[in-house]
């Protein structure tokens, strides 16, 4: 069973960075792909930004630029470093996980998930 342990939200200013982390178990990472999604209030849950163990990245256009996502394939942890923040990124954030090898696509395993807040 899959488990994502998220942590690192907090408060800051507009302009300023937080690094999120997300450490994976229950999986063979090597075969997940990792990503991080977050939920504002009243709104739906979106991608922010996903990495293959491949090395591929996929970021969402209001975060580019911005915020980088890293994997440590040896330590089973995914990172999100979130830099120049907007009040507008304030929401919780998600790490995600699911399998991804050839064609095989499993289903999504979700965190519990750590609130980040950017405001003066």
């Known amino acids: 069973q899959v488990q994502l342990v998220e942590s690192g939200g907090g408060l800051v200013q507009p302009g300023g960075s937080l690094r999120l982390s997300c450490e994976a178990s229950?999986?063979?990472?090597?075969?997940?792909?990792m990503g991080w999604y977050r939920q504002a209030p009243g709104k739906q849950r979106e991608l922010v930004a996903t990495?293959?163990?491949?090395?591929?990245?996929n970021y969402a256009d209001s975060v580019k630029g911005r915020f980088i996502i890293s994997r440590d394939n040896t330590k089973n942890m995914v990172y999100l470093q979130m830099n120049s923040l907007k009040p507008e990124d304030t929401a919780v954030y998600y790490c995600n996980a699911f399998y991804s090898v050839a064609t095989v696509r499993g289903s999504d395993s979700w965190g519990q998930g750590t609130q980040v807040t950017v405001s003066s």
């Open positions: 990495k293959t163990s491949g090395g591929t990245t």
């Open positions: 229950g999986v063979i990472f090597m075969f997940y792909t």
